[in-house]
């Protein structure tokens, strides 16, 4: 299987710091990676190096030729700005279409129809002209996937989508990106503090820390020993 | 009807009409864009930035228009910079430029000229203030609004509602935000001589916050804010011709009145 995203001993940072050096990983078709990592650790950086808003320092980075044309489907941490912004759901979720469109001022029935499909398979047809600031944090994960999805079905990079979500929502919004990722074959890239349900969702677990302590299988890190230093098991 | 046409039989009064109903159609638009980016304050610093390079401009006898506008739009980029970098608290750094700017610029105004109804009518506004130049600018400029706002409506809206996301699907950025400054900074270069430096920050804020009182789609809210922005000020403009008050601050007052009344509405309707 070709890799969509390939890092070789790749290194991302911000004039002259590296925040984060030496990552070496490929995210496979259907792959679902869990990220973790103390604050600072730069998970941050490494996800704006993987959607190439940041060029390398060093090492390489290759992203597969279908994701250049479309963009990688990507949900961001929430912005202040966010919260009171006035969006109808379908404006919103449209504007995942956008690298599609190009140069053309309106969406074409095409855009219109992958629009509404992704609505339908997040189950969120009901809330199309609801006003974004009026949904509740789970629905607007729910919008903002949708709108990751317009743009591509490959890969979705989530940065910490359940901040600020209550416990039943984080559940319900873990189910989503598993159903996602199993049933429709979508890779998924998840950033999170949430280690315990990292480890219960994920299939791989990328630890950072400045360099990657940790890569591979979920499996292999439950034994590994910065795995079970992290999870809190028995021998700490 | 009849004030109206009295008023149309002025020249000086019809650029002013004309020029400011542009200006504040543009004013609006860019408006809504820069209130949901939390931005609003850049409005102000820059009118203060465009009243320090007036008052250079005059205190050296040079050309108004062609010594602010480009002042403005480096401090528009300069300002646009420090927020986005986040490295000094972006609200405190556009107050110290503000007041920074305002400073120099009495202080070379009264080392020169003393406080001449020229440098009065850049603090306050002068419904005399519109001359044909400005016009044909205000023109160009509204076209240039325009043609933004509907040929890339989705690309603003998208650079709007989420940076990261519209970086990532392949937008181009910061050009938008180059573009937004520089039209931000002609817009308020212009409208502040009509409406004063003090007061053409209200034009951009205004409609913004009136129309997302009463729309919950981004579409509805821009539409929404040209017509607001346009209407209120053509009030004000007639308010000022019957009341002999002056136009700019007539124009804000009528704007402070439409929000008050649409927050009002909200009010009722949530209720």
């Known amino acids: ?236 | 009807m009849n004030v109206i046409g009295e008023m149309l039989s002025y020249p000086f009064l019809v650029r002013a009409l004309v020029g400011g109903v542009l200006v504040s159609l543009c004013a609006s638009l860019l408006g809504v864009s820069l209130v949901l980016k939390r931005y609003s304050m850049i409005g102000d610093g820059l009118s203060h930035v465009s009243f320090g390079a007036l008052s250079l401009a005059i205190a050296f006898g040079w050309q108004p228009l062609q010594v602010s506008i480009p002042v403005v739009v480096i401090a528009a980029f300069f300002l646009l910079r420090i927020t986005e970098n986040g490295k000094i608290k972006s609200d405190a750094a556009i107050a110290v430029i503000s007041a920074s700017a305002l400073a120099i610029g009495i202080i070379i105004t009264s080392l020169t000229t003393g406080m001449t109804t020229d440098v009065s009518s850049y603090m306050f506004g002068s419904i005399l203030a519109m001359s044909r130049a400005d016009v044909i600018l205000s023109a160009i400029l509204s076209v240039i609004v325009l043609f933004l706002f509907v040929f890339f409506y989705h690309k603003v809206f998208a650079v709007t509602f989420d940076e990261n996301f519209a970086r990532a699907t392949g937008v181009k950025v910061s050009w938008y935000h180059i573009l937004f400054a520089v039209l931000t900074a002609v817009t308020i270069v212009l409208g502040m001589r009509m409406m004063g430096a003090m007061l053409i920050s209200s034009l951009i804020i205004f409609p913004a916050l009136t129309s997302m009182r009463l729309f919950k789609s981004f579409r509805g809210v821009m539409i929404a804010a040209g017509v607001v922005s346009v209407v209120c000020f053509c009030i004000g403009m007639v308010i000022s011709y019957e009341a002999s008050t002056p136009a700019g601050a007539s124009v804000v007052v009528v704007n402070l009145a439409v929000f008050l009344l649409c927050t009002g509405l909200q009010w009722v309707r949530g209720r």
């Open chain 1, 1 to 236: 299987m070709k890799p969509l995203i390939e890092c070789v001993e790749a290194g991302f940072g911000y004039e002259n710091v590296d925040v984060v050096t030496e990552v070496t990983m490929e995210v496979l078709p259907g792959d679902y990676i869990g990220v973790v990592g103390e604050n600072g650790a730069g998970k941050s950086t490494l996800i704006k190096g993987l959607l190439g808003l940041l060029k390398p320092t060093s090492g390489a980075i290759t992203i597969a030729e279908e994701l250049k044309k479309t963009g990688i489907g990507y949900l961001p941490q929430q912005t202040a700005a966010q919260k009171d912004f006035p969006a109808t759901v379908w404006e919103v979720v449209l504007s995942g279409t956008l690298s599609r469109a190009g140069y053309r001022p309106f969406y074409s029935r095409e855009e219109k129809k992958l629009a509404e499909v992704n609505m339908g398979r997040l189950g969120i047809e009901d809330l199309k002209y609801k006003c974004y600031r009026d949904l509740s944090g789970g629905q607007k994960q729910r919008v903002l996937i949708a709108r990751a999805l317009c743009a591509t079905e490959k890969l979705l990079i989530l940065d910490e989508p359940i901040t600020g979500l209550d416990p039943s929502a984080a559940q319900e919004f873990y189910q989503v990106v598993k159903h996602l990722n199993r049933d429709q074959g979508v890779a998924i890239l998840m950033v999170s503090h949430d280690i315990q349900n990292m480890v219960r969702q994920a299939g791989k677990i990328l630890h950072l820390n400045q360099k990657v302590l940790f890569y591979g299988t979920v499996e292999q890190y439950r034994n590994s020993s910065v795995g079970r230093r992290f999870l809190g098991g028995e021998d700490t």
